[in-house]
């Protein structure tokens, strides 16, 4: 029974909860007369609550009860889900989450309750029963006791089809004193007549000793409303307890005023109908995860082997373990991707808030929300995609007078969408807003010393520049953005998760930043070559084809070395030089041509190995500043390889031939 | 052989608070999240007793204890459903769709199991 802690499994619980609450009010504040919007919000209410008074958290099922009396009103129609209304309901939602996180402040709460009250016009019933009725016990009831009982009784009918055992009944009252039971016959009809589940027998049960009459009716309680049963002291005492005192759970659920409300049958979330699924711990998905890479470096270990040896029975089986080892290696990361719609849900509530505190009215409309990512990389994702959904409200969209002036609708849109590209997940935040402006980009850009005035350079190059640290052309700071930072979070956090970043902007027309992600960390297909004695690992993803560089192929154009492939020029870099491996090239030089972000570049290295499943180890953080490799992994025979990170050695290898180009130039000069 | 009772909660903190109980004083539990996958699980499996929220998604409590019923493998089988205290009088309408007793939320442990030996005995 252990490892299970319900405590932890509602606090789990009550965020879905919580999370189902504000996807759905946001929703309800869209289509305020949607029905079934009020009933799943106050599903997830009632639910919360119930499990809330459960657990101990009694704060929690207290002021949801007061929560839900409120919205009781918007479900009953006597209220609208007007703006104010939703508003409101967003901060009880919040104070929920602070008090199930374990914070309580009881004034903010009432606050909290009073707003809401107030926004569902006013009279709502105030002086909502306090949850915990239910343990008072019935007042005015004492507990007579009498030397004993006689308590005659017959069931309905169909008790016993409805699952009343009368067995059951007498062994309870059995157990309270000791008991002589009999049983009346008379009501039993002839043989013929009889139906067998229906139940004809009176029973009187003489109880011999003290027991006060509440336990007596305790016994009866889920049927003594339908049933005849009389309890009658043995010898005279005190009339009134004959008096029936109401159960306490009888009185406690009838004290609520609320008529008894029908739920709807009908949910329309699919996302509701829960898949079969289970709960494990993240913890345990790495450690997974983990282990797996281990099998997917023994399983290159063994193949290894299994080659060098030429023994065909060892052969199949390193077959064998190779193709399961890569279908465990899919299932394991497909029990990580999580869809990216669970981020997604968090921003309405951002573009909500700021749209109404900047009192620009925008809609916010996502795509792609089942697109599946690593839920590493969907952790990270969070933080950037706030800085660039802030940025586009707050820099991005115009207000809406000057929409209005310049002839668009005066409320914006913000269009956050997930779509797959290949091994890549693309995530892009559009704003139809005022676009970026080159040439106020630039002038900044020079103003902060982060280019030299007289550079050429492409608009395209200018961009870009939004992402360096400390950056900002806002004309003033306001409480969202402009400080400067933010966006060079961004620019990190990708480069982190090895995405890159693309920004595609139109004057006055809008702005779409695309971020594109690998869709795991974990595991990659890597082309395996071979430069001078080392061994170092493409990205397969990367990789467009292979190439032979012949002794003439290569054109050197000012400095830059290009080939000629089916009458495209492509710039190549020579591993060899980039890594400074002495001796000389190898006679046969192969060419891995790889794509770097919209251009393709060719990498010359002596021997291309072949293809081979890579498990990135981190570097040590001695190296994190080493840039052109992006981690390591333990080959087969046990050695090291490193992993290229092709985007940054491509930049690396430019740099580097334009120092050359220059030191050049200056001896010709 | 010990007892099978039927727990159907679309809380699954609540399933499982009711679960570990009944577990821990012998019974075996079977868990169901709704009243549609309850009713698919009280047909594949001999029950001794079911334990029903009334207010869940896909299909509540009400329509599954009238649905179980109508069916012949229900007789004799106590219904408990749960509810919380604004439910009011929908305690009359389960008991006449086929409920056979009630449990009020909040409750603890020792409540429910003095529910169960009730009406399943031990």
New interface residues.
């Given amino acids: ?1 252990s490892g ?1 802690d ?2 932890e ?2 606090r789990q ?1 009550a965020q879905e909860l919580l999370e189902t609450l504000e996807q759905t009010l946001l929703d309800l504040e869209q289509r305020p007369d949607d029905k079934d919007l009020v009933a799943r919000a106050f ?1 997830a209410l ?2 919360l ?3 809330g ?3 101990g958290f009694t704060a929690v ?1 207290e002021f949801l ?1 007061d929560f ?2 409120a919205f009781d009103r918007v479900r009953k129609g006597e209220a609208e889900a007007s703006k104010p209304l939703v508003s409101a309901a967003l901060k009880a939602q919040d104070h929920v989450a602070d008090l199930v996180a374990g914070g309580d402040d009881p004034a903010r709460g009432q606050e909290i309750l009073a707003n809401l009250r107030a926004a569902v016009s006013g009279a709502a019933p105030s002086g909502a ?1 306090p ?1 915990q ?2 343990a008072s016990t019935p007042a005015g009831a004492p507990a007579s006791e009498t030397r004993g009982w006689t308590v005659r009784f017959a069931l309905p009918a169909d008790a ?6 009368p067995l ?1 009944l007498l ?2 009252l059995r157990g309270l004193a000791p008991a002589k039971v009999r049983a009346a016959m008379a009501a039993v009809p002839s043989l013929e007549a009889i139906e067998p ?1 229906a139940s004809y027998i009176t029973w009187e049960v003489t109880l011999d000793g003290p027991v006060a009459l509440e336990a007596i009716e305790d ?1 009866f ?2 049927i003594r ?2 049933m005849d049963l009389a309890i009658e002291p043995l010898s005279p005492v005190v009339p009134e307890t004959e008096e029936k005192a109401p159960a306490p ?1 009888t009185a ?9 409300a ?2 709807p ?1 009908k ?1 329309t ?1 699919a996302n ?3 898949a079969t699924s289970l ?1 494990v711990s993240a913890e345990r998905l790495d450690e997974l995860m983990d282990r797996v890479g281990e099998l997917v470096i023994a399983q290159a270990r063994l193949n290894e082997l299994a080659a060098q040896s030429r023994e065909p029975a060892l052969g199949a089986v390193a077959e064998e373990i190779a193709r399961l080892t890569a279908s465990l290696r899919d299932t394991t990361m497909s029990t990580r991707m999580v869809p990216i719609g669970s981020l997604f849900g968090r921003f309405r509530r951002l573009v909500h808030d700021l749209s109404r505190d900047l009192s620009k009215p925008i809609d916010f409309v996502t795509v792609g929300e089942e697109t599946e990512l690593d839920k590493t990389v969907i952790e990270q994702l969070a933080d950037p995609l706030v800085h660039l959904i802030r940025n586009s409200v707050d820099h991005g969209v115009e207000p809406a007078e000057r929409r209005c002036a310049s002839g668009k609708s005066p409320t914006g849109t913000i269009r956050l969408s997930a779509s797959y590209r290949g091994a890549e997940v693309a995530i892009a935040v559009t704003d139809d807003g005022a676009g970026l402006d080159a040439v106020r980009l630039r002038a900044k850009a020079e103003e902060q010393g982060l280019i030299a005035p007289s550079t050429p350079m492409a608009d395209s190059d200018i961009y870009p520049m939004i992402f360096q640290p400390g950056f900002s052309t806002a004309k003033e700071v306001t409480s969202l953005s402009g400080r400067g930072v933010g966006m060079d979070v961004v620019k990190r956090t990708i480069d982190g998760l090895r995405g890159s970043i693309d920004i595609d902007t139109q004057l006055g027309r809008g702005t779409t930043v695309t971020l594109r992600l690998p869709l795991t960390l974990a595991i990659i297909d890597g082309l395996l070559v071979r430069v001078g004695d080392e061994r170092y690992t493409i990205p397969l993803a990367a990789v467009e084809e292979c190439v032979e560089l012949s002794a003439t192929g290569g054109v050197e154009t000012r400095g830059r070395n290009f080939m000629n492939i089916r009458d495209a020029l492509v710039p190549f870099l020579r591993l060899r030089e980039l890594f400074s491996v002495p001796g000389e090239p190898e006679p046969f030089q192969k060419v891995v041509v790889v794509a770097s972000g919209s251009t393709r570049v060719g990498l010359v290295v002596d021997q291309i190995i072949g293809n081979n499943q890579t498990v990135i180890k981190q570097l040590s953080r001695l190296h994190s500043g080493v840039k052109t490799f992006s981690g390591a992994t333990i080959l087969g025979d046990g050695t090291v390889a490193l992993i290229l990170d092709v985007m940054h050695l491509v930049g690396f290898g430019q740099s580097l031939e334009e120092r050359r180009r220059q030191d050049r130039m200056g001896r010709a000069a | 052989m010990s007892k099978t009772i039927l727990v159907v909660d679309d809380s699954a903190s609540v399933r499982q608070m009711v679960s570990l109980t009944l577990a821990q004083a012998g019974y075996r539990t079977i868990e169901a999240c709704d009243g549609a996958d309850a009713l698919s699980k009280a047909g594949a499996n001999r029950l001794d007793a079911v334990i029903t929220d009334l207010n869940m998604p896909n299909m509540d409590g009400l329509t599954f204890i009238k649905r179980y019923r109508a069916s012949p493998a229900s007789a004799g089988v106590p219904i408990v459903f749960l509810s919380t205290e604004s439910d009011g009088g929908i305690k009359a309408e389960a008991k006449a769709a086929g409920a056979t007793g009630w449990m009020v939320k909040p409750f603890r442990p020792e409540q429910l199991l003095s529910v169960v030996r009730k009406v399943a005995g031990e």
């Fill in positions: 029974m299970i319900p405590i499994t509602f619980e599903r009632h639910t609550k119930g499990s008074a459960m657990f099922a009860h839900e009396t029963t949850c009725s239910a016993l089809v409805l699952g009343t055992n059951l062994d309870e589940s016994v309680l889920f409303d339908d759970e406690a659920s009838e004290s609520a005023p609320t008529p008894a029908k739920k049958e949910q979330a509701e109908r829960a709960r």
